[in-house]
């Protein structure tokens, strides 16, 4: 991840009006979009704030308040998966290939999932005697296979269901960028449209049971999250987005975020804020080409943006080891309950610092690393929300 600056950004003129073939050649940014870094600690802080709502720190009407503003947290993972798509196809390489793409995924996520899953191995040996994996449950977690079968999409970090979905993302990435440059712009709109149906028909389906399993953490139930990001992205850079401003995204993504409550538990969540998610991500990334205002590109947000992946990948583990000191469910009083968070929030973010300082970033750089000189220097590559 980048430190962003702040600088003026040149954007290349729009098409003419009418459609966008598929020979159009899209522009290539050579700047990072540092409010998606600032957006993404937004959506790992709405998690966090979900799992102490879950672990019941406070009681009365602390845990209330907890529970109306954090209960709808898990859509969070719903924008990471809205902004990888987003992402992903924004920093593409014109001429990239399959493996080299799949090498950067891994070198990006690999080493700080393998460092947690050693810290919840140890954590069910130590503290937690019943938990303990299975050969094959611990296997397919490390392989990221466990969220294709329900009963083992928890196993050892439970937060890595998601890192699974991501895997299975990657693996599809070379054929989606690979479709979205063969469409014009009403194809990648239909594209959108046909995410957008197929999302309605899985809530219905996970609401309805239709399924053996509920589909909220089944990767193929949440790839059309992940191309609607593509696709808001190729509509981007093909300068043809029509999306409302940054703060009328934001208020559409907040509504949605508090009716989420009303829909059914589960995968339906995703009905309430995909809307809004799919507008905002887009309208921050504008907000940073055209050089407007936006506060989520502070150098506090986006350093905490970079922070955010080795954030959410931990802070449940220091959760869990909580409970053998202040008990389950605890429900404190507003200080105390105050004080234990603070706490925990500390504990998750130093250990963020860590994992990103002494894992993330020279593990990424050994990984990467090329074995040859380059023949001539490459252009830098677009960089945006902390690489993902």
């Given at each position: 991840?980048?430190?962003?600056?702040?600088?003026?950004?040149?954007?290349?003129?729009?098409?003419?009006?009418?459609?966008?073939?598929?020979?159009?050649?899209?522009?290539?940014?050579?700047?990072?979009?540092?409010?998606?870094?600032?957006?993404?600690?937004?959506?790992?802080?709405?998690v966090f704030g979900l799992h102490?709502?879950?672990?019941?720190?406070?009681?009365?009407?602390?845990?209330?308040?907890?529970?109306?503003?954090?209960?709808?947290?898990?859509?969070?993972?719903?924008?990471?998966?809205?902004?990888?798509?987003?992402?992903?196809?924004w920093s593409a390489r014109p001429?990239?290939?399959?493996?080299?793409?799949?090498?950067?995924?891994?070198?990006?996520?690999?080493?700080?999932?393998?460092?947690?899953?050693?810290?919840?191995?140890?954590?069910?040996?130590?503290?937690?005697?019943?938990?303990?994996?299975?050969?094959?449950?611990?296997?397919?977690?490390?392989?990221?296979?466990?969220?294709?079968?329900?009963?083992?999409?928890?196993?050892?970090?439970?937060?890595?269901?998601?890192?699974?979905?991501?895997?299975?993302?990657?693996?599809?990435?070379?054929?989606?960028?690979?479709?979205?440059?063969?469409?014009?712009?009403?194809?990648?709109?239909?594209?959108?449209?046909?995410?957008?149906?197929?999302?309605?028909?899985?809530?219905?389906?996970?609401?309805?049971?239709?399924?053996?399993?509920?589909?909220?953490?089944?990767?193929?139930?949440?790839?059309?999250?992940?191309?609607?990001?593509?696709?808001?992205?190729?509509?981007?850079?093909?300068?043809?987005?029509?999306?409302?401003?940054?703060?009328?995204?934001?208020?559409?993504?907040?509504?949605?975020?508090?009716?989420?409550?009303?829909?059914?538990?589960?995968?339906?969540?995703?009905?309430?804020?995909?809307?809004?998610?799919?507008?905002?991500?887009?309208?921050?990334?504008?907000?940073?080409?055209?050089?407007?205002?936006?506060?989520?590109?502070?150098?506090?947000?986006?350093?905490?943006?970079?922070?955010?992946?080795?954030?959410?990948?931990?802070?449940?583990?220091?959760?869990?080891?909580?409970?053998?000191?202040?008990?389950?469910?605890?429900?404190?009083?507003?200080?105390?309950?105050?004080?234990?968070?603070?706490?925990?929030?500390?504990?998750?973010?130093?250990?963020?610092?860590?994992?990103?300082?002494?894992?993330?970033?020279?593990?990424?750089?050994?990984?990467?690393?090329?074995?040859?000189?380059?023949?001539?220097?490459?252009?830098?590559?677009?960089?945006?929300?902390?690489?993902?």
């Amino acid at each position: 991840m980048t430190t962003a600056t702040t600088r003026t950004i040149r954007t290349t003129p729009h098409p003419p009006d009418g459609e966008t073939t598929a020979r159009d050649s899209p522009r290539t940014p050579n700047t990072s979009l540092p409010s998606l870094t600032g957006l993404r600690w937004m959506a790992a802080l709405l998690v966090f704030g979900l799992h102490v709502n879950n672990f019941g720190y406070f009681g009365g009407t602390g845990g209330s308040l907890v529970y109306w503003a954090f209960s709808s947290g898990a859509t969070g993972v719903s924008f990471f998966f809205v902004l990888s798509g987003f992402v992903l196809t924004w920093s593409a390489r014109p001429h990239d290939r399959a493996l080299g793409f799949w090498r950067r995924r891994v070198a990006r996520i690999y080493p700080v999932h393998l460092v947690t899953v050693g810290l919840a191995f140890l954590l069910a040996l130590t503290l937690e005697s019943n938990a303990q994996p299975t050969p094959k449950q611990a296997v397919a977690n490390v392989l990221l296979l466990h969220s294709w079968w329900r009963p083992w999409w928890q196993t050892l970090n439970p937060v890595s269901w998601s890192l699974a979905c991501e895997a299975f993302f990657y693996a599809s990435f070379p054929l989606l960028i690979l479709l979205l440059r063969r469409l014009g712009v009403r194809g990648s709109v239909a594209l959108g449209g046909l995410s957008l149906v197929a999302i309605v028909v899985i809530s219905r389906a996970d609401s309805q049971h239709w399924w053996t399993y509920a589909l909220y953490s089944f990767p193929a139930a949440r790839l059309p999250e992940f191309i609607l990001g593509a696709v808001t992205a190729r509509l981007v850079l093909l300068g043809r987005w029509r999306g409302p401003g940054l703060e009328a995204s934001l208020a559409l993504a907040i509504i949605g975020y508090f009716l989420v409550p009303q829909a059914p538990l589960g995968y339906s969540a995703t009905m309430c804020t995909i809307i809004g998610f799919t507008l905002l991500i887009p309208a921050a990334a504008n907000a940073d080409l055209k050089g407007l205002p936006s506060m989520w590109r502070s150098r506090r947000m986006v350093r905490l943006g970079e922070l955010s992946f080795a954030f959410y990948m931990v802070h449940l583990l220091v959760l869990r080891a909580g409970t053998h000191l202040v008990g389950i469910k605890p429900h404190f009083g507003g200080l105390a309950g105050i004080a234990v968070t603070a706490t925990v929030f500390a504990l998750s973010l130093g250990l963020s610092w860590l994992l990103y300082e002494l894992v993330e970033l020279p593990a990424r750089r050994l990984l990467l690393r090329r074995r040859h000189p380059a023949k001539a220097p490459a252009p830098r590559e677009a960089q945006a929300a902390a690489r993902d």
